[in-house]
């Protein structure tokens, strides 16, 4: 049985979406993927209401059965960004920061590292799906703690910017196909070329993007996307940090070494390097106990602490071991982060505090240095206040907001 061949596109009003689903599903020897541009209509006709829920069902599973290829994740990921409202695009953003996978028991210490970059000014989005794990700890229901504002709109989120340069958003609130897709998964109960998609979206096109993974050879895939989607100019300049995330979310483990691959794209050429992070925590043992007990006021708690090994408050809540590895998280998170923040520069918002380029201005030398960026990482969490610190009502606004 011959194999459709490349089928004829047209407008989304227009074209008959059956022939994307026969294409995916006529039998063994006459079935195929999608291209690029046949993967992005399907979305976006599904964004429409030209793709009904069964035919959208039946092309997800049919893609993850046979295993979703390169161009069709791509093409979703392209085509989610079509769908998407402009004023997303609009917004001024240095860090795009998806947490879709959520923790199984520790809290997103994650949200401290972005809190402390916020504080210097870099402006962070985060954005992630509490509904599509929701047995998991996800971001979202700790971002009150930190008075991190979660967003529904893309004007709410430019107001929060300019204020506190970091904003939550969930998913569902660039595009409500986002929401109708994790609904069809969930009724089918498999994972979708979706969840994959959503983390690479990227909406408001920031210098800087995170992609975490879990299971092995999801790199490979998450830097050939990238490579397609800057040939397509979806992606303008900027990095792109692809790593194995603590229990798969972003968000790096200290207790392993952690490969880190950066996709840079500059005028439309493509350099892909690596950098390794060592494990912070070697022969670390004895801080798993007591994770899931703890409340997300700890975050709070954490963050004020300046010296979180003599803090009496801490330690009735956590031990000496859960606070060191809750610093060793932050702190190797910082290591990935510093020669991106580095490298993007001249690409990032004009309010970057200063004094914090002058802290790192030292990788400039040798910025491969693991030393170096392990040094540089615990000063600046030490220095974390640093930029309130000629404002004293900022500080007092600040010590309330994360005041238990």
């Not at 830097?223 to 229990?247: D, M, P, R, W």
């Not at 240095?369 to 974390?384: A, F, G, T, Y």
């Amino acid at each position: 049985m011959p194999k459709i061949g490349e089928i004829p596109l047209t407008s989304v009003d227009e074209f008959d979406f059956r022939l994307l689903i026969k294409a995916l599903g006529k039998g063994e020897k006459g079935s195929r993927s999608l291209t690029f541009a046949e993967a992005s209509l399907l979305i976006q006709g599904f964004a429409k209401g030209k793709v009904s829920r069964p035919q959208m069902a039946a092309a997800m599973m049919l893609m993850r059965v046979r295993g979703e290829t390169i161009n069709e994740v791509a093409g979703v990921v392209a085509g989610l960004r079509q769908i998407c409202h402009r004023a997303w695009s609009e917004l001024v953003v240095d860090i795009d920061w998806p947490v879709y996978a959520g923790k199984r028991e520790q809290l997103p210490w994650l949200l401290l590292v972005a809190k402390l970059l916020a504080n210097k000014g870099i402006k962070v989005m985060l954005h992630g799906d509490s509904q599509a794990l929701p047995h998991r700890r996800h971001v979202e229901s700790c971002i009150q703690a930190l008075g991190i504002k979660a967003c529904v709109t893309a004007v709410q989120a430019k107001a929060a910017l300019a204020a506190d340069n970091i904003v939550y958003v969930g998913a569902g609130n660039f595009t409500a196909v986002l929401d109708e897709c994790r609904l069809l998964h969930q009724e089918l109960g498999l994972r979708s070329i979706i969840q994959t998609a959503s983390r690479c979206m990227n909406p408001a096109n920031a210098p800087i993007s995170l992609r975490s993974y879990f299971h092995p050879g999801l790199d490979d895939l998450h830097q050939q996307v990238c490579q397609i989607l800057i040939a397509e100019h979806e992606y303008t300049n900027g990095s792109i940090a692809i790593f194995k995330g603590l229990q798969g979310e972003t968000e790096i483990n200290p207790r392993v070494t952690t490969q880190v691959r950066i996709v840079n794209s500059m005028a439309g050429e493509v350099l892909v390097s690596e950098i390794s992070i060592p494990t912070l925590l070697e022969g670390f043992c004895g801080a798993k106990t007591g994770q899931a007990e703890l409340s997300a006021d700890v975050l709070a708690l954490l963050w004020r602490e300046v010296s979180p090994f003599g803090s009496k408050a801490l330690a009735e809540r956590m031990s000496a071991a859960m606070i060191e590895q809750a610093i060793s998280s932050i702190e190797a998170t910082l290591v990935m982060l510093i020669p991106l923040i580095c490298q993007n520069r001249a690409d990032l918002s004009p309010n970057t505090t200063p004094s914090f380029f002058c802290q790192l201005k030292v990788l400039n030398a040798d910025v491969d240095c693991n030393e170096q960026l392990i040094k540089l990482s615990k000063m600046v969490w030490r220095n974390r206040f640093e930029s309130l610190m000629s404002n004293p009502k900022t500080v007092r606004k600040e010590q309330s907001l994360c005041a238990l």
